[in-house]
């Protein structure tokens, strides 16, 4: 009897929707919240465990399950789920995906289920009414020492600003969410809740690296790097020496920094589409020389070639990978004069 109920819930999996996780769409999930019905990964299982009151979770393939509960799973299931707690989702907020960091899977866990944010509007956070101040902690750029500064989110002005001090009249910076890109980087800022934020200044990226302590950052993110990573380039002329730099792939920007935290980029490459002179290549041209890592890769542009190397095939390959989605992808109109600034740029 217990091999049958086991049977059937596994016979869910096989039901449109079922076959992702409910929360952040990782493939052939083995666990189920049988109070919530729905079907997740190992990963965000273990964010539903945090909130037993909710949310209470078993395997699919080794648990023992009741027949009340193979019924209720057979009853609901991930798309309605996600009619249920997803119908007022804001336009600006962000779905996690599995590649995402633990943090940002878990406020959308607790936004949909525990707060129910997206049922009942009037329970959003107070981004949702397109104003929202704060205090960061903000990394120097110069020392590197994380300071207090406070941040203030405004949809009608469609600004981010932070001041350095807090009856300040003045920010310290303004940055236009339109030019604006922000995610979650634990790992190279050092905090469970680091955020990276780059923006442009002067017609330059610059990054800014903050956290807050409880996780409840700005909430208004974009989109994630497409790649990020040490490789080698050389120069302009190609007769200098290899230097190993961090770059960072942001839609068509490709920018390079001596070190990962720096807050202002040695320099960006726009990459366009393969219809405006666009192409990446692999490997090098025969007579280069002066890299260490063996394994090339050759951005064709209008204007000249850029040379770069990585360490690793697998490097090599997923590097390859995100310049030829962008480089496959037709320009929007928008995009032009974005190329056109690169074409002028001294």
């Known amino acids: 009897m217990a091999k049958e109920r086991r049977r059937a819930v596994l016979e869910l999996l096989q039901r449109p929707g079922n076959a992702r996780c409910a929360d952040c769409g990782a493939p052939d999930p083995d666990w189920a919240s049988y109070t919530l019905g729905v079907f997740i990964c190992l990963s965000c299982s273990g964010i539903h465990r945090n909130i037993p009151q909710v949310s209470k979770v078993k395997s699919v ?48 866990i607790r936004a949909k289920y525990e ?21 960061l902690w903000k990394r120097g750029r110069d020392n590197g020492q994380f300071l207090s500064r406070k941040f203030v989110l405004t949809e009608r002005e469609g600004s981010l600003k932070y001041f350095n001090r807090n009856d300040a009249k003045e920010p310290k910076a303004v940055m236009k969410i339109e030019h604006l890109n922000a995610t979650f980087q634990p790992a190279k800022i050092g905090h469970p809740h680091g955020l990276q934020i780059t923006y442009l200044k002067d017609n330059s990226t610059r990054n800014i690296f903050v956290y807050h302590e409880d996780g409840k950052l700005v909430p208004k993110l974009s989109r994630n790097y497409l790649k990020e990573g040490y490789m080698e380039k050389t120069g302009p002329k190609q007769t200098e020496g290899f230097r190993k730099r961090w770059f960072t792939m942001d839609d068509r920007r490709l920018m390079y920094f001596k070190d990962p935290l720096d807050a202002f980029a040695r320099g960006e490459v726009f990459i366009g589409s393969r219809e405006s002179g666009y192409t990446v290549l692999d490997g090098l041209p025969p007579s280069t020389q002066g890299h260490h890592w063996p394994h090339g890769i050759t951005i064709v ?29 037709p320009m929007l109109p928008q995009e032009y004069a974005v190329e056109a600034h690169f074409k002028h740029k001294p």
Not at 115 to 135: D, I, M, N, V
Not at 301 to 328: I, Y
């Open 61 to 108: 393939r080794l648990d023992a399950w009741e027949e009340a509960q193979v019924e209720f799973m057979a009853s609901h299931g991930n798309d309605a789920a996600r009619d249920a707690y997803e119908s007022k989702v804001p336009p600006f907020y962000y779905r996690p995906t599995s590649s995402d960091c633990q943090l940002l899977r878990e406020q959308w």
């Open 115 to 135: 707060r129910l944010e997206f049922t009942h509007p009037e329970k959003q956070e107070p981004y949702s009414a397109g104003y929202r101040e704060g205090s």
């Open 301 to 329: 542009t209008p204007e000249r070639r850029f040379l770069l190397a990585c360490e690793t095939e697998s490097e090599q390959r997923a590097w390859m990978e995100a310049f030829r989605k962008v480089v496959d992808r």
